[in-house]
């Protein structure tokens, strides 16, 4: 009996893996990256190179101020949440300051996107903390990021 209820948990399992493949292949929208001092808005994107594995990059402005940053993240589907993923990643950022040093910071991450089915339309939000690897700049474990972005296959 307990093999039984092993094979069916299995296979339930797999079901609900199979249903969790990626609903979209790429998107595009705006993206707010959220620093204590700062908040840079503007321009994000992201692509699904497989089921797990996603590029993004967003260009942000603010007063004086632009940030690149160019993210990988694993996305993980939650079961029983159909468009609800969980993500973790890196990638570098690079603050272009007038009148000042540019900054340069590793970005890691971790963090939640939501589609729902039916609809295009991408929300996240993560936490990406700044570790600054440039002689200018303080690192900021306060940052987050948001995003809305229209979503394509």
Same mark, same amino acid.
């Given at each position: ?24 292949? #790429?998107?595009?929208?705006?993206? $707010? @990256?959220?620093? =204590? &001092?700062?908040?840079?808005?503007? /321009?994000? !994107?992201?692509?699904? +190179? ?40 890196? #990638?570098?950022?690079?603050?272009? $300051? @007038?009148?000042? =040093? &540019?900054?340069?910071?590793?970005? /890691?991450? !971790?963090?939640?996107? +939501? ?39």
């Amino acid at each position: 009996m307990k093999k039984l209820s092993f094979v069916f948990v299995l296979t339930l399992m797999l079901a609900f893996s199979a249903k969790a493949q990626t609903s979209y292949k #790429g998107a595009v929208g705006l993206g $707010i @990256d959220l620093y =204590d &001092n700062a908040t840079f808005v503007g /321009p994000s !994107a992201k692509y699904f +190179f497989s089921d797990n594995h996603v590029g993004q990059a967003d260009l942000g402005f603010e007063d004086n101020a632009t940030i690149l940053t160019f993210l990988y993240s694993f996305h993980k589907q939650f079961v029983g949440a159909p468009g609800l993923r969980w993500y973790a990643g890196i #990638g570098p950022s690079i603050i272009l $300051i @007038d009148d000042f =040093d &540019n900054i340069f910071a590793l970005r /890691p991450h !971790a963090g939640l996107d +939501f589609k729902i089915d039916g609809v295009p339309i991408v929300v996240n939000f993560d936490w990406r903390p700044a570790l600054v690897i440039s002689d200018a700049g303080d690192g900021e474990a306060g940052a987050f990021g948001f995003g809305i972005q229209y979503a394509f296959n």
